[in-house]
């Protein structure tokens, strides 16, 4: 079966539109159906000199391949007439309505997967929308306590304890039962989507040195040594706590199938060196697929055609692999 793609491109003055307009130009073996202001992408595509037909999404229809030059779309009206580069708070409504309904066509399991581009968390919460980003939206939409946010460069797994939190708020942030939850949904996440059976894991320590028997903070021994001997009591291969500094080093990068960071700035930084412009996002613990790219909207290129569409082309195209397994996976249990 062809699988359902949704596609949010994002904030509309970003590069979202653009790199949306760019992924269609190639064809997808999926039905990709965006989510989106019609105008917005026409206006997007004739800017850039691009042919692209849109083409309305009809849920009764069997899903069929996007031929290129193509796009299926669901239409959601801006609030407010998009100008490339220049946010305007009016159209947070719009952002966040691309979402929810992304969501719950996936709740519904209309499409098969999500992949989302980047939105402005800042000009949302200007808007008097609070919001911290995507991971914790759609933990809400699908009445999920917790979720992990998880993102890949080629074979570098990193998965995070903490997301968009200020770094004073995050020792306070971690607990034992917390850390233990974030572990279970990691170690089936890495066996649902990627067929590891035994999956391996080092975690990171919060403070320098792993804390040094205490002498740097007590995080490590009071909260995660704790934790992670509970998991290795439910049979699990969790390796840690570690220093940061020397866990993403080859030899041990070697030994495990993904790292768990304690927050945002100490995992993502050596992920993105590694893969940045082919890096995917991935929300673990929802009970639908999604996939989203590794950049932000960079609003100083926005309209200008200097997008670069490689990380939301590796985003769809992790969010087909998972979508076809996810299926074959059903299929063979139904038999």
């Known amino acids: 079966m062809v699988p359902r793609i949704a596609l949010t491109p994002g904030e509309p003055a970003g590069i979202g539109p653009e790199l949306a307009v760019k992924l269609a130009s190639c064809g997808t073996p999926a039905q990709l159906i965006t989510i989106a202001d019609p105008t917005l992408l026409a206006d997007t595509a004739a800017r850039l000199g691009q042919s692209l037909q849109l083409l309305p999404f009809d849920p009764q229809q069997r899903p069929t391949a996007t031929a290129p030059g193509t796009l299926y779309i669901d239409a959601t009206p801006l609030a407010a007439t998009a100008h490339p580069g220049k946010l305007n708070p009016a159209n947070a409504t719009y952002?966040?309505?691309t979402l929810r309904r992304?969501?719950?066509?996936?709740?519904?399991q209309q499409f098969d997967a999500l992949v989302?581009?980047?939105?402005?968390?800042?000009?949302?919460?200007?808007?008097?929308?609070?919001?911290?980003?995507?991971?914790?939206?759609?933990?809400?939409?699908a009445d999920v306590a917790q979720v992990v946010m998880m993102l890949v460069a080629d074979d570098l797994r990193v998965a995070l304890a903490s997301t968009h939190l200020p770094l004073k708020s995050v020792s306070d942030a971690l607990n034992n039962d917390k850390l233990q939850q974030i572990i279970s949904i990691l170690h089936r996440g890495l066996q649902d989507l990627f067929a590891i059976?035994?999956?391996?894991i080092s975690v990171c320590g919060l403070n320098p040195h792993a804390g040094e028997n205490g002498h740097l903070g007590r995080e490590e021994i009071e909260i995660i040594t704790p934790a992670l001997d509970a998991m290795r009591d439910l049979g699990m291969q969790i390796t840690?706590?570690?220093?940061?500094?020397?866990l993403f080093t080859p030899p041990q990068l070697a030994r495990c199938d993904a790292v768990l960071?304690?927050?945002?700035?100490?995992?993502?930084?050596?992920l993105k060196y590694k893969g940045f412009g082919r890096a995917v996002n991935i929300t673990l613990g929802l009970p639908f697929i999604r996939t989203s790219v590794d950049h932000g909207t960079a609003l100083d290129i926005a309209g200008l055609g200097k997008a670069d569409d490689g990380s939301l082309k590796t985003a769809l195209e992790q969010a087909i692999q998972l979508a076809q397994r996810k299926n074959?996976?059903?299929t063979a249990a139904r038999h």
């Open 240 to 246: 840690g706590p570690l220093p940061a500094d020397t």
């Open 102 to 108: 992304a969501s719950n066509g996936c709740l519904t």
């Open 328 to 330: 074959n996976n059903l």
């Open 116 to 141: 989302t581009g980047p939105v402005h968390k800042g000009v949302i919460n200007q808007a008097g929308i609070s919001f911290s980003g995507h991971t914790e939206f759609f933990a809400q939409q």
């Open 261 to 270: 960071a304690m927050y945002h700035d100490q995992g993502l930084p050596v």
């Open 95 to 97: 952002v966040l309505e």
């Open 197 to 200: 059976k035994q999956p391996r």
